[in-house]
């Protein structure tokens, strides 16, 4: 069986968010990043692959040519299989533990590096602006390699959020106390903002504290650190 028409328009289409949430579909790529979604609770809509022998038990699996994979692959050079996946339904936020929240993220890398960095760092549960990426575009999903399947991710007007949550919440800024000088509670919301401007005004308000990442350099230039990577030192600094 090789891939129709009608498969190759529908497979095309989910690069877009439009047409993710008309189909409640999203594209997954590459042998370990579609591995760790058949092992999750992820539901199945269909696998396409060029070698189908190492998927044997799947009953939903067509198999296709490298020439085919080619046109309806994102990726560079495509990895022998990609599968389509149900979008699931949202999980109930908890409100305990440390809560991630993510104001305006843009980048893809960037979200997708994130949400491994949650699953790393055994945060559960992510909170994302409206204006924040889609964690089911295709470049999130291959950036979080899998984690996605193990972190609850949830786009939510923040500002309600924040109003209703008794958590301590703390912005990620320039000018707060040296982290590495904080007592930082277990349970408490952690707010990183938008690559280029920050935490906007309307969501600052809602915060209670701010810390910040010295900057260690003799000249002091540096002018910021990479949102991923700054979640990276602060997720760290809360789970020590």
Not at 8 to 18: E, G, H, M, V
Request: net charge neutral; hydrophobic share 40%.
């Amino acid at each position: 069986m090789s891939l129709s028409k009608n498969q190759l328009k529908l497979i095309t289409s989910l690069q877009q968010k439009k047409y993710r949430t008309v189909h409640n579909l999203f594209v997954a790529e590459g042998t370990k990043v579609v591995n760790e979604f058949l092992n999750s609770n992820f539901e199945l809509e269909q696998l396409f692959c060029v070698d189908t022998s190492k998927y044997k038990d799947i009953q939903k699996i067509i198999q296709i040519s490298e020439g085919e994979l080619k046109k309806i692959s994102v990726l560079k050079t495509p990895n022998n299989v990609l599968g389509l996946f149900k979008i699931p339904s949202i999980s109930p936020l908890k409100n305990e533990g440390l809560i991630l929240v993510l104001d305006e993220i843009n980048d893809p890398g960037n979200l997708g590096t994130i949400i491994r960095l949650c699953d790393w760092f055994g945060v559960t549960q992510l909170v994302c602006s409206l204006k924040t990426v889609d964690c089911y575009n295709s470049k999130v999903v291959q950036a979080s390699m899998g984690s996605l399947t193990r972190v609850s991710i949830i786009y939510t007007d923040l500002e309600l959020y924040l109003e209703n949550t008794n958590l301590p919440k703390y912005a990620s800024l320039m000018n707060g106390e040296n982290v590495y000088q904080s007592v930082l509670p277990k349970n408490a919301i952690l707010v990183m903002g938008n690559e280029a401007n920050g935490i906007s005004d309307s969501i600052l308000k809602y915060l209670t504290k701010s810390i910040t990442i010295p900057r260690f350099g003799e000249l002091q230039q540096t002018e910021s650190l990479n949102v991923a990577t700054a979640a990276a030192i602060l997720l760290s600094e809360f789970k020590r």
